[in-house]
């Protein structure tokens, strides 16, 4: 009897080692995937890669025909990862239906996002979509953005760096930049002003802004899991790093919701006295809409988790391409000069062509989100040929993307401006001039989820990039290092930026190369 029932598993684990071959080879056929074991999947090339997720996609990627691969994860369904322009346009348009971000996505956010835009799919989502972008056309919030931007650069971004200046000391950029663009998101958003920047740089970051900091770092390290069952499992227990997003998750909770309370009851008092005056901020014009209180929490949250460091993320890095690149920086500095600033005001940057090609080009390459993955709702085919099955993540990749000589040439891992500024179109606004498909860049997603804040970020960037440039020159502490990108929900550059601060005078900075005979 032991014989027999011995003989039976074998012929089981025969049989299972043959059908997994057999979806190995297939899944070979679609992408080059990496190397896969039965049960385990690619735990073993997962592992030995860990530190270098992104080169390693990057490479797998560029490697396969179709540039797309197929990673089979231990415990969770098939991911197709890709970076084919077609097949991107695909799933973000031409199919979309059958990509929502689907109940793993939603898991993995619902703690902190709810049922926030950014985490819904369907009719709750179109319902969200149609709101939000109502009020990111209205011409009071885009006033109010100008105005914040202008307030906080003069009273806390200038004095700050100015003060670094004046002492010779070091500063951390992407620090300083994080914490900046957290009070104009929560000036915009919530109409409060957290204090987060001001020229004495306080070591610890407001319990808000730490809370938003600490739930981010938690949730990135959930999506980055090759085993999903070990933080559910933590949840479920309520231990170590899980118990402390719940408490994360209750400060943030309850300091939205004590405003919308505050903004209630100040509106009734304000309708009771017929004073006619309103908030321009998001929080506020929701309440008018009339909408739940947990479903004004959860929208406004998810704005500023989407506001809070991408654009942070993209001027660190384009800070720091233009210490390497020179050239590229008085170029730029030229363009100020010209008067396609606008003078120094919030809004008067959209015909700075070369700017704009300037942190595109920097997003290509250091994207603020690494990748974006959806669920497919039913079997497919991808452009390339790829079979999806139903449950199955399907991810396209951002990163690797902006690395695919396929797609940008043999020059693909360069800095360079040309890509963007060879195509010019009289007329046409600058976010247009470049001619370069959202399906072969998808830094703002594309198809229906185009990013709504797109135009609002690009105003931010642009303020901020041309308000820094025009006052001071940054160096890097250490010129030789290369930073490693870090893709938690938003791209970090681990250990950050610093650099000396020196103050110049704009025009005296751009005339000396130019007397000295060229660049």
Same mark, same amino acid.
């Given at each position: 009897?032991?014989?027999?029932?011995?003989?039976?598993?074998?012929?089981?684990?025969?049989?299972?080692?043959?059908?997994?071959?057999?979806?190995?080879?297939?899944?070979?056929?679609?992408?080059?995937?990496?190397?896969?074991?039965?049960?385990?999947?690619?735990?073993?090339?997962?592992?030995?890669?860990?530190?270098?997720?992104?080169?390693?996609?990057?490479?797998?990627?560029?490697?396969?025909?179709?540039?797309?691969?197929?990673?089979? @994860?231990?415990?969770?369904?098939?991911?197709?990862?890709?970076?084919?322009?077609?097949?991107?346009?695909?799933?973000?348009?031409?199919?979309?239906?059958?990509?929502?971000? *689907?109940?793993?996505?939603?898991?993995?956010?619902?703690?902190?996002?709810?049922?926030?835009?950014?985490?819904?799919? *369907?009719?709750?989502?179109?319902?969200?979509?149609?709101?939000?972008?109502?009020?990111?056309?209205?011409?009071?919030?885009?006033?109010?953005?100008?105005?914040?931007?202008?307030?906080?650069?003069?009273?806390?971004?200038?004095?700050?760096?100015?003060?670094?200046?004046?002492?010779?000391?070091?500063?951390?950029?992407?620090?300083?930049?994080?914490?900046?663009?957290?009070?104009?998101?929560?000036?915009?958003?919530?109409?409060?002003?957290?204090?987060?920047?001001?020229?004495?740089?306080?070591?610890?970051?407001?319990?808000?802004?730490?809370?938003?900091?600490?739930?981010?770092? &938690? &949730?990135?390290?959930?999506?980055?899991?090759?085993?999903?069952?070990?933080?559910?499992?933590?949840?479920?227990?309520?231990?170590?790093?899980?118990?402390?997003?719940?408490?994360?998750?209750?400060?943030?909770?309850?300091?939205?919701?004590?405003?919308?309370?505050?903004?209630?009851?100040?509106?009734?008092?304000?309708?009771?006295?017929?004073?006619?005056?309103?908030?321009?901020?998001?929080?506020?014009?929701?309440?008018?809409?009339?909408?739940?209180?947990?479903? &004004?929490?959860?929208?406004?949250?998810?704005?500023?988790?989407?506001?809070?460091?991408?654009?942070?993320?993209?001027?660190?890095?384009?800070?720091?391409?233009?210490?390497?690149?020179?050239?590229?920086?008085?170029?730029?500095?030229?363009?100020?000069?010209?008067? *396609?600033?606008?003078?120094?005001?919030?809004?008067?940057?959209?015909?700075?062509?070369?700017?704009?090609?300037?942190?595109?080009?920097?997003?290509?390459?250091?994207?603020?989100?690494?990748?974006?993955?959806?669920?497919?709702?039913?079997?497919?085919?991808?452009?390339?040929?790829?079979?999806?099955?139903?449950?199955?993540?399907?991810?396209?990749?951002?990163?690797?993307?902006?690395?695919?000589?396929?797609?940008?040439?043999?020059?693909?891992?360069?800095?360079?401006?040309?890509?963007?500024?060879?195509?010019?179109?009289?007329?046409?606004?600058?976010?247009?001039?470049? *001619?370069?498909?959202?399906?072969?860049?998808?830094?703002?997603?594309?198809?229906?989820?185009?990013?709504?804040?797109?135009?609002?970020?690009?105003?931010?960037?642009?303020?901020?990039?041309?308000?820094?440039? @025009?006052?001071?020159?940054?160096?890097?502490?250490?010129?030789?290092?290369?930073?490693?990108?870090?893709?938690?929900?938003?791209?970090?550059?681990?250990?950050?930026?610093?650099?000396?601060?020196?103050?110049?005078?704009?025009?005296?900075?751009?005339?000396?190369?130019?007397?000295?005979?060229?660049?």
């Amino acid at each position: 009897m032991m014989i027999c029932y011995m003989l039976w598993w074998l012929v089981a684990c025969c049989l299972l080692f043959l059908l997994y071959g057999a979806k190995l080879r297939s899944g070979w056929s679609h992408g080059h995937g990496p190397r896969s074991y039965p049960v385990i999947g690619c735990l073993v090339a997962f592992y030995q890669n860990r530190r270098r997720l992104l080169d390693w996609y990057t490479e797998l990627l560029a490697a396969s025909p179709t540039q797309t691969i197929v990673v089979d @994860r231990l415990g969770a369904r098939p991911t197709v990862v890709t970076a084919n322009p077609a097949n991107v346009e695909h799933i973000l348009k031409g199919n979309f239906g059958n990509y929502p971000k *689907g109940k793993p996505f939603t898991d993995i956010l619902g703690d902190l996002l709810g049922t926030g835009i950014f985490n819904v799919d *369907g009719e709750l989502w179109y319902a969200q979509r149609k709101l939000v972008s109502h009020e990111f056309s209205a011409r009071a919030l885009r006033e109010l953005e100008f105005a914040v931007l202008e307030d906080e650069a003069r009273s806390r971004l200038v004095p700050a760096l100015s003060l670094a200046a004046a002492r010779g000391a070091a500063v951390d950029m992407q620090d300083l930049l994080r914490r900046f663009s957290f009070d104009v998101i929560c000036r915009v958003s919530l109409g409060v002003d957290p204090g987060c920047l001001d020229p004495a740089l306080p070591a610890a970051p407001p319990r808000l802004a730490a809370a938003f900091d600490a739930a981010a770092g &938690i &949730i990135a390290r959930r999506g980055a899991a090759p085993v999903a069952a070990v933080w559910k499992a933590k949840r479920a227990l309520g231990i170590g790093s899980e118990r402390r997003l719940r408490e994360e998750i209750a400060v943030i909770h309850e300091a939205v919701m004590d405003l919308i309370h505050i903004r209630k009851k100040e509106r009734g008092l304000n309708q009771v006295a017929g004073d006619g005056g309103r908030r321009s901020d998001l929080l506020s014009r929701m309440i008018e809409c009339g909408y739940p209180d947990e479903a &004004i929490r959860d929208m406004v949250i998810s704005f500023i988790m989407a506001g809070r460091d991408t654009t942070s993320s993209a001027l660190t890095w384009f800070f720091w391409l233009l210490t390497r690149h020179r050239g590229v920086e008085r170029e730029v500095l030229e363009e100020i000069a010209g008067g *396609g600033a606008g003078g120094g005001a919030a809004g008067g940057q959209g015909r700075m062509r070369t700017l704009h090609a300037a942190l595109c080009e920097t997003m290509r390459l250091y994207p603020p989100v690494a990748w974006d993955s959806k669920h497919a709702a039913a079997g497919d085919v991808l452009p390339d040929g790829t079979r999806v099955e139903r449950g199955d993540r399907v991810t396209y990749f951002q990163y690797g993307m902006g690395r695919m000589e396929s797609i940008w040439g043999a020059d693909a891992g360069d800095f360079s401006l040309k890509r963007w500024l060879k195509l010019p179109e009289e007329g046409a606004p600058a976010a247009a001039v470049a *001619g370069v498909s959202p399906f072969k860049y998808p830094v703002f997603q594309a198809g229906p989820r185009t990013c709504l804040g797109k135009e609002m970020a690009f105003v931010q960037m642009k303020f901020v990039a041309s308000t820094v440039l @025009r006052r001071f020159e940054l160096a890097p502490v250490d010129e030789g290092r290369v930073p490693v990108f870090l893709p938690l929900m938003t791209a970090h550059m681990a250990g950050g930026l610093n650099v000396t601060v020196r103050s110049r005078d704009l025009v005296d900075q751009i005339a000396a190369p130019a007397a000295a005979g060229g660049n």
